[in-house]
Nanobody, 126 residues
Framework: DVQLQASGGGLAQAGGSLRLSCGVSGFTSDSFAVGWFRQAPGKEREGVSATSGRTDMAYYADAVKGRFAIGWDDARKTVFLQMNSLVPEDTGVYYC???????????????????WGQGTLVTVSS
């Protein structure tokens, strides 16, 4: 079974940094991508960033480009999201997610094989 175990998050001031991690296990497909979605209070869930463990694919939402960086540690099977220059609009519940469709989920194309970890709260104060 595919399992995603997220950690990190918490409280930061505007302009600060936080780091999210997510351990991934159970994947056998070469078409998998892993990353993060977030959901702010009263808003729909949105894709934040994703990467492929097999290629150099990296997706970033326009709102986080230049501030967030995603990375994949193949030895530890862990994806990291370094979040810098945080703004209050980054506040929300962040979900580690993965799909076996080369990351199409982050581009708005549903994937029948998608997986979700538990959410972790990120709060950015002004």
């Amino acid at each position: 079974d595919v399992q995603l175990q997220a950690s990190g998050g918490g409280l930061a001031q505007a302009g600060g940094s936080l780091r999210l991690s997510c351990g991934v296990s159970g994947f056998t497909s070469d078409s998998f991508a892993v990353g993060w979605f977030r959901q702010a209070p009263g808003k729909e869930r949105e894709g934040v960033s994703a990467t492929s463990g097999r290629t150099d694919m990296a997706y970033y939402a326009d709102a986080v480009k230049g501030r967030f960086a995603i990375g994949w540690d193949d030895a530890r099977k862990t994806v990291f999201l370094q979040m810098n220059s945080l703004v209050p609009e980054d506040t929300g519940v962040y979900y580690c997610a993965a799909d076996e469709c080369h990351g199409s989920s982050w581009y708005g194309v549903p994937c029948v094989k998608d997986y979700w970890g538990q959410g972790t709260l990120v709060t950015v104060s002004s």
